[in-house]
């Protein structure tokens, strides 16, 4: 699906400026402001509560600004003319009327754009639906209703892509198929802004990351910084002779904790070095490797000061979720 369709639109970059939202007393969003660029998947992270939901509710005109603004190629989306040529989202995968079939869903929303019906048949494709083109939305699965939300927001071949949540509902292959959508989308040159939970998804996905926590801008960096910034990298070392392992440590400098099960851990260490050191002292050693902390876990110990609802075992605690706490 490359860029250059007579409907698409010329690629675009998101503008989020001194973005503000209350409800009453309540501040869901709060001042905040980043850029979404083309060329590259940015992952939207935040913990329940933080905002995100709203904030992008608020770039695509559903929710109205109490100060600030986004601007989507420069305009404000209510400004565009065939906002589907310029901008594809999925914030939700039963937006759909539940009565019309996949094809006369998809089939509104081209005419109502100026899209050309033709397109529906590809996008239908795209997304593995055409066995189903047929049939009522309204009997879709999870994941077929997030497929036919993701060909919704295909349809206009924009240049900027708006997902929220999108891998809800889907099976394996499904995922590595919007895994690998969302790359592809990327690699023509167009703007992909996604929203997930699924910190295993964003770290194989996302190449940068724009983290909020309640309703403020806590990271605005790529995926690589931020998980380099905020874990601890070691080489893990098991062995029957840690005294003596220490003892060789020492004598280039290296800090060595003990590990859970007492295996040692030398912290900024390079493990090539340390292979040097175990061959020069004549060691004995089981285990040799290199340990990094996942995204997942850089995620939670940067947002641990902003999730606001937690169980009794200090663990963060489901609610229900409204528009204002979203």
Do not use: C
Not at 116 to 128: C, D, F, I, N, Y
Not at 132 to 161: C, E
Not at 236 to 255: D, H, S
């Amino acid at each position: 699906m490359p860029r250059g369709a007579a409907y698409g639109s010329v690629v675009g970059v998101i503008h989020a400026r001194e973005l503000t939202k209350r409800y009453g007393r309540t501040t869901v969003v709060d001042d905040l402001s980043f850029e979404v660029r083309p060329g590259q998947v940015t992952g939207f992270l935040g913990p329940n509560g933080a905002g995100k939901s709203t904030t992008m509710r608020m770039m695509l005109g559903l929710t109205r600004p109490s100060a600030g603004e986004v601007l989507i190629d420069g305009r404000p989306y209510g400004a565009l003319r065939e906002p589907l040529r310029t901008i594809g989202a999925l914030l939700d995968a039963k937006s759909f009327h539940s009565g019309r079939t996949a094809r006369g869903h998809l089939l509104y929303l081209a005419r109502s754009n100026r899209i050309p019906g033709s397109r529906v048949a590809e996008v239908l494709g795209l997304t593995g639906l055409e066995s189903v083109a047929d049939r009522r939305a309204g009997t879709f699965s999870l994941g077929m209703g997030g497929r036919l939300g993701i060909a919704a927001a295909l349809l206009g071949d924009p240049g900027i892509v708006l997902l929220d949540e999108p891998v809800n509902g889907l099976d394996p292959e499904g995922v590595l198929w919007i895994r690998t959508l969302m790359r592809n989308l990327a690699a023509e040159g167009r703007t992909v802004f996604v929203s997930s939970h699924l910190m295993s998804e964003m770290a194989l996905t996302a190449e940068h990351l724009v983290v909020i926590g309640r309703g403020r801008l806590l990271a605005d960096t790529s995926v690589t910084a931020f998980i380099e910034a905020n874990s601890r990298s070691f080489v893990r070392i098991r062995t029957p002779e840690p005294e003596r392992m220490r003892e060789a440590l020492a004598t280039v400098g290296v800090r060595v904790l003990t590990g859970m099960d007492g295996a040692l851990e030398a912290v900024g260490a390079q493990a090539e070095v340390i292979g040097e050191l175990i061959s020069a002292h004549g060691l004995t050693v089981h285990e040799v490797s290199t340990q990094s902390a996942s995204l997942e876990e850089a995620f939670m110990k940067f947002t641990a000061g902003a999730v606001d609802y937690r169980g009794h075992d200090g663990s963060p605690a489901r609610r229900q979720r409204t528009e204002e706490d979203a």
